[in-house]
């Protein structure tokens, strides 16, 4: 089972780029498949960027080009970046982990109904 928390700034500027970090609490962290969401009032859960356990990442059609995830096994942390911020960027940003099927997590889920653990969110601002 895992713990996940998130940081970062949660006002950021319009054009400017958007830094969170999550670190993870429990066991087999390097066996899980780590992801980042966001969410607006009123709308389900967008999954942007996810990376497995090898490492392979994808990013969504929506966000590709404008993001970028990435993962430290040895620090159980996951870090997502978000660049050109607009005001439609405004959301709960949270990180969240899938459990592996086998001895590793393989392969790319962006609906939020196959993660198993997510963390409380962080509301990210952005200002015009």
């Known amino acids: 089972q895992l713990q996940l928390a998130e940081f970062g700034e949660v006002s950021v500027q319009g054009g400017g780029p958007l830094r969170l970090s999550c670190v993870a609490s429990?066991?087999?962290?390097?066996?899980?498949?780590m992801a980042w969401f966001r969410q607006v009032p009123g709308k389900e859960r967008e999954g942007l960027a996810t990376i497995d356990s090898a490492g392979i990442k994808w990013y969504a059609p929506s966000v590709k080009g404008r993001v970028s995830i990435a993962r430290d096994n040895a620090k159980n942390t996951v870090d997502f970046i978000m660049n050109g911020l607009k005001p439609e960027d405004t959301a709960m940003y949270y990180c969240t982990a899938r459990r592996a099927s086998g001895a590793y997590c393989a392969g790319y889920r962006f609906d939020a109904q196959d993660y198993d653990y997510w963390g409380q969110g962080t509301h990210i601002t952005v200002s015009s």
């Open positions: 429990g066991s087999n962290y390097s066996r899980h498949c």
